[in-house]
């Protein structure tokens, strides 16, 4: 190919910087959620694995027991009876920092004596030196160095935890210093203590978390594994290092799926942009493209050169969207974790973890998606022949007849959509979702058509003559508009199904909690993270603040984790207040039917729960209790949005003979008649804070738990809704470009008409009513399409990845506010052409070209 | 040129730019993806990381660490010993062992050695009052070794506990000492006999100690002083010829034994003085009844001490003390440990309470594999008293070669 030929292609390129610049940004933009959605979720899950690293060491296996942990007879047995070398015994708590807010850690409570095969960087040969200070200080810790001096906290200096609703001073006596920055993740968070400490602030004497062991695969490791698995108490059991943790991080991949996918919209949206742009490249240079066809260029050469220029685009843009997602992950990072925190478990993640694999992904996607883009404006660009080259009418005939076939196409994709909605799994149901997207914005074409057809009548009738030209402009260039108006309708659309989805999840949290919050007053623990109960309350506390005057009665709730075959099961057993029935909603089985059975020993799980075990009323719950795995009947399946990982709920008499655990989390006080709650609540403080320590708890009304409920969903929900957002910039992108190249297109159009007499001030009014119908037939379309989506989002992928259902819920605000944003999009992209325009002097207008 | 040759042209055309274009594609991509991994190497420098284990290192703030020799007692004068309340733990004290060394033969005449010591370190003065039943600023450490002179094998192996929640610790009456498994107990209500055990893979050692002749006290009456300030002593009594018998296992067999062994005794604060590198020790078991220890504490310049001192137990279990100058040692020869390159002496002559003794060991490399490192080992003894020969058998003791200052042990 000739190095001419080259030339022209470059000098059609930097005549319209500004397109060329938007659609550049556009694929940068889609490109930046990308990576930034895959780097976050990929930072969250290595900072899982590396915290699991830091804590689990080299252990093979774990000796477990119950939600109290094990007793501390069962070390000294392994020690002394069987001679059992590399054990460790392990007290380990979440706890938080009040003083540095967000902070949470996990301590570690350790016998640094037992630790050096297990986790070098804790432990220690020389026991004068180094761990002295450590063992004998009541309250030494022992943190990673560059947390320490990140929290400004140097040897000698005290931290502050919370630790069940009391706060405690530490002394940090020392630093661990890592090694690598891999190292420098992984202890972030981790805080050493000595064992002996560990037991004082968890307030669990004689009790240990966990007993880690090392095990090798010789023939008399496996007998020395039997002979310790025999001499276990029941309750307590063998098993392999790491299984748990695994467990939990497997409850995040749907998480991480959901984030991926709507990432992966943006993409899409980007997609289009520069499928438009390139369309548009190929429209304008018909003459050109049509003469050099002429003078014996191939089609070969005309496709190539049509790729190789949206390949040049895709490489810029898919570079400084590489950029853009680095410094976006991290700002997504923190959403993330946030959200991980509130559904699922502790974690600290401070850095984004940059893998090649996660940008050489991105890259690809860049680069494919517009290679892909670039296929059809390309061939289509093949497909011109010389003599018809200087005919623009037929490509627009050819067009509008086209329009049908690819309405038949589309409707044929989005069958296929709905066809794969059907297996199991949420990455199905994405598959479905991105099919039926494509299959709209095929349909696109023929439907603005009949739209305006539609709308011929009224928008005479509102602009006459100048308004009927506006609307023809459109159909006259199906082309160039009909792409512009399908990118536009699909960003629309996912911000309007995403919005629905986030709200109709918002009133059945609403719902849910006004059902299920039927007391007056709640007092709880600070809990470290989210809605998750973990700490419990002091006994003497519950006490006095159940038998307070105004009081009527008092139910508790106690939440635990709980080992099962299965991975951990979070176990809530709840002492019902005399007289009030809990306000639990029943999906499957009737209160007065379900309730009875609870008592008798039965129990209810949350809805996430019976779809992620595939269980149902009748079947049965095994967990791991104090005499050893057991049994227990499902009586009812309710509803719960407190938690994706599932919930058990049993009667407390129930968990207390199988867990012999008197620990209570939460407590839930309903006031006698008449009794004015303001002052219940401040009576029940100064109860609180009149006991020996004074209690760090929340009392709280039913409405400002509610409103903290709420505050939480909204934090869950935070990181959706950026996206939300990304999307909506990328699709304002795309818009900007799309109607600019457009406008442009019509220069020579317009000078026509200035020079025919059309005020500039008409002319204005002609370019911005074109922009603003395109924006309103763009917002009219994407209403139904995107309803269809929330339907996807909230039937399919919702129940698929986090087991919950709900109603759909379609506020007329949310399909406004996505009409109003496509029209002020349009009318926005469409103002500085046409002032431009408008300010051109006809004669030059002609002149051009 | 007919339709078909210009159509075939157009093809094969076609096909070369097809070709030209998926080459180029093939470049732009290739330069790009090296762009995009020079870029991220450029601005995320050396964040590219393996998975690898976590790597770090614990740190103390000097000032917080370590153990001050403040609060504990001191060894100023001789105490008369006490038994059996003595053979017990000396919490006050901020260090203390019990020390056997022995040996035996199999009925074959199969000689092996043994070294079973448990060690006590106070990470502070005082027991602590806590909840929890760790608490505890006692530690113990027991260092296990095995010569197997016949298939010229030496093992080691040591433990660390802390001395709480009956994992590790010590007691007077019923005598015990024990960390985990390994234990030093009396069978019944006397101390003696001693029952000895312990183990690690593939090698145990259960012995029976009678007591033997009767403790002697080392030093002045028990006070071993081996430093000029005050304080820089130890109290230490031996049991210096324990008849033992019982059952080694090693390596799948199973041999009774018989043999004499050593018990030492020892509890300090500050034993060494400042300008001490370590010691040799030296206790020798002779055949005609007489023991003889001696230590030589060598200054950091490598220079003998005035302070080493010995003692003589004559065949009835009377103490002669003896001098730093009563004894002579010359090493006579050296052995470079090839785990540690750190050369010790080996093989030495002790000349003096008119004894000419050779000492050999019974295996070059006795070196224990523990923190920090020493060699101790089995030694054949053989000489002269004039003209008469003697024989015996012993262990020397080798600290503080190639290791800095020692704090855990002697």
Do not use: C
């Not at chain 2, 003692?311 to 279990?317: H, I, R, S």
Request: charged share 20%.
């Amino acid at each position: 190919m000739s190095a001419g030929l080259w030339r022209a292609s470059l000098r059609h390129l930097a005549r319209r910087p500004g397109q060329i610049g938007l659609s550049v940004l556009g694929i940068a933009l889609g490109v930046a959620v990308a990576l930034a959605v895959g780097l976050a979720t990929g930072s969250a899950r290595r900072a899982f694995e590396l915290a699991t690293e830091a804590v689990t060491g080299r252990a093979t296996h774990q000796i477990v027991g119950g939600p109290t942990g094990l007793s501390e007879d069962v070390y000294r047995m392994l020690r002394l009876d069987l001679g059992v070398q590399r054990a460790a015994p392990v007290v380990a708590l979440d706890v938080a920092a009040p003083d540095h807010p967000g902070r949470v850690f996990q301590l570690l409570g350790v016998d640094p004596f037992a630790e050096a095969p297990f986790r070098p960087h804790f432990g220690s040969d020389d026991p004068l030196g180094t761990v002295a200070a450590l063992v004998t200080r009541p309250g030494a810790i022992v943190m990673s160095g560059p947390t320490a001096r990140a929290l400004g906290l140097a040897p000698g200096a005290t931290l502050t935890i919370r630790v069940a609703g009391a706060r405690h001073p530490l002394t940090l006596v020392g630093t661990v210093e890592p090694a690598d920055p891999l190292s420098t993740q992984a202890l972030e968070s981790v805080l050493v203590t000595d064992i002996a400490t560990a037991q004082e602030l968890a307030g669990n004497k004689g009790r240990l978390s966990r007993i880690d062991l090392i095990i090798g695969f010789r023939p008399a490791d496996r007998a020395l594994l039997e002979r310790i698995r025999r001499a276990l108490p029941p309750g307590v059991e063998l098993a392999r290092a790491g299984a748990q943790a695994e467990a939990t991080a497997s409850m995040t991949a749907a998480f991480t799926l959901n984030l991926r996918a709507l990432s992966l919209l943006a993409l899409v949206v980007g997609m289009f942009l520069i499928y438009n742009t390139m369309t548009f490249s190929v429209v304008q240079r018909r003459a050109l493209l049509g003469t050099l066809r002429a003078l014996g260029v191939t089609r070969g050469e005309v496709f190539t050169l049509v790729t190789v220029e949206a390949l040049a685009l895709g490489a810029v843009g898919t570079l400084l969207g590489i950029g853009l997602g680095l410094a976006l992950a991290q700002g997504l990072l923190h959403l993330v974790t946030r959200t991980i925190n509130d559904l699922y478990f502790a974690l600290s993640v401070r850095e984004v973890w940059l893998t090649p694999g996660a940008v050489l992904e991105a890259a690809g996607l860049g680069l494919g998606t517009t290679v892909l883009a670039a296929l059809a404006p390309a061939r289509e660009a093949t497909g011109i022949r010389p003599r018809e080259a200087l005919v623009r009418s037929r490509l627009e005939a050819a067009s509008r007849r086209a329009a049908p076939r690819a309405a038949l196409a589309g409707l044929a994709l989005g069958a296929v959509g709905v066809l794969a909605l059907v297996p199991r799994g949420p990455v199905w149901g994405f598959v479905g979702l991105f099919a039926i997207l494509m299959g709209a914005a095929l349909m696109t074409p023929l439907a603005v058509a009949v739209l305006l057809r539609a709308l011929d009548r009224p928008i005479a009738r509102a602009g006459g003559l100048l308004g009927r030209m506006a609307a023809r402009a459109i159909t006259a260039a199906p082309s160039r508009t009909g792409v512009a108006i399908a990118a536009l309708m699909i960003a629309v659309s996912a911000t309007i199904g995403v919005g629905v989805m986030i709200a109709s999840f918002r009133e059945a949290v609403l719902r849910w909690l006004e059902g299920t919050l039927r007391a007056d007053v709640y007092v709880a623990p600070p809990s470290l993270v989210g809605s998750r109960p973990d700490a419990t309350l002091d006994p003497a506390l519950v006490q006095r603040l159940a038998t307070a005057p105004g009081v009527a009665a008092a139910g508790t709730a106690r939440g635990v984790t709980v080992a099962s075959a299965r991975g951990p099961v979070h176990v809530v057993a709840i002492g019902m207040a005399a007289g009030h029935a809990p306000g639990f909603a029943f999906k499957r089985g009737r209160p007065e039917a379900v309730w009875p059975q609870v008592d008798k020993g039965a129990v209810i799980v949350s809805e996430p729960f019976a779809y992620r075990r595939h269980v149902g009323v009748g079947d049965r719950v095994r967990l791991r209790t104090r005499e050893g795995e057991q049994a227990f009947p499902i009586a009812g399946i309710f509803y719960d949005y407190g938690s994706s990982a599932g919930v058990v709920m049993m009667s407390r008499a129930t968990y207390e003979r199988h867990w012999a655990d008197r620990g209570v989390s939460s407590l839930a006080l309903y006031a006698a008649p008449g009794v004015d709650l303001e002052r219940l609540i401040a009576e029940l403080r100064a109860r609180a804070a009149a006991g020996p320590v004074p209690a760090d708890v929340l009392i709280r009304s039913n409405r400002a738990l509610r409103e903290a409920s709420l505050a939480i969903f909204d934090r869950t929900f935070a990181v959706t809704r950026v996206l939300r957002f990304l999307i909506v910039v990328v699709a304002f992108v795309g818009v900007l470009s799309a109607l600019m190249a457009l406008a442009l297109e019509r220069v020579r159009e317009l000078g026509l008409q200035r020079a025919l007499g059309l005020t500039p001030g008409q002319v204005w009014g002609v370019i911005t009513a074109q922009t603003g119908l395109m924006g309103l037939v763009a917002g009219l379309l994407a209403i139904p399409v995107g309803v269809l989506l929330a339907g996807v989002l909230v039937f399919v992928i919702n129940r698929r990845s986090f087991g919950w259902t709900m109603p759909i819920d379609v506020h007329p605000a949310i399909l406004l506010q996505g009409l109003l944003l496509a029209v002020a999009a349009a009318l926005l992209a469409g103002a500085v052409p046409a002032a431009r325009m408008a300010r051109a002097s006809p004669v030059e207008a002609l002149r051009d070209e | 040129m007919n339709e078909r040759e210009r159509r075939e042209r157009a093809t094969a055309q076609t096909w070369a730019w097809v070709r030209w274009a998926a080459a180029r594609i093939a470049l732009l991509t290739l330069v790009l993806g090296l762009g995009i991994v020079a870029l991220v190497m450029v601005t995320e420098g050396p964040r590219w990381y393996p998975a690898s284990p976590v790597r770090a290192r614990l740190s103390v703030a000097e000032a917080l660490g370590g153990v001050p020799a403040t609060g504990f007692a001191r060894a100023l004068t001789p105490q008369p010993f006490t038994f059996p309340r003595d053979h017990g733990p000396h919490p006050d004290f901020r260090t203390e062992w019990w020390y056997w060394t022995g040996n035996l033969l199999a009925p074959s005449g199969r000689h092996f050695g043994f070294q079973l010591t448990f060690f006590r370190a106070a990470l502070a003065p005082g027991a602590p009052r806590r909840e929890s039943d760790w608490a505890t600023s006692q530690v113990y450490l027991a260092h296990f070794a095995l010569t197997d002179t016949r298939s010229e094998r030496f093992r080691s192996w040591s433990r660390t506990s802390r001395g709480a929640l009956g994992l590790a610790g010590a007691t007077a009456e019923p005598f015990r000492v024990w960390l985990g498994d390994w234990e030093a107990r009396s069978e019944g209500a006397a101390t003696f006999p001693l029952r000895l055990h312990a183990g690690d893979e593939d090698v145990s050692v259960d012995l029976w100690l009678d007591g033997g002749k009767p403790p002697v006290a080392q030093g002045d009456a028990g006070l071993s002083r081996k430093g000029p300030e005050p304080g820089n002593a130890s109290y230490y009594y031996s049991f210096t010829r324990m008849p033992a018998r019982g059952v080694v296992r090693v390596r799948g067999e199973r041999l009774d034994v018989e043999g004499l062994a050593w018990m030492d005794r020892e509890w300090s604060t500050s034993a060494l003085g400042k300008d001490l590198a370590g010691w040799d020790w030296f206790a020798l078991q002779l055949e005609d009844g007489r023991d003889l220890m001696f230590y030589q504490l060598r200054r950091q310049d490598g220079g003998a001490a005035e302070w080493s001192a010995g003692v003589l137990v004559d065949a009835k279990g009377t103490a002669h003390p003896l001098g730093a100058r009563d004894v002579r040692v010359e090493s006579r020869g050296t052995w470079r440990s090839p785990r540690s390159n750190v050369a010790y002496p080996a093989g030495w002559r002790l000349t003096g309470a008119g004894l000419t003794l050779e000492l050999e060991p019974r295996l070059a490399d006795q070196e224990m594999d523990v923190s920090p490192r020493y060699w101790e080992g089995a030694v054949k003894v053989r000489g002269f008293e004039g003209s008469r020969p003697v024989l015996g058998s012993g262990y020397v003791e080798l600290v503080g070669y190639g290791e800095r200052r020692l704090g855990a042990k002697r």
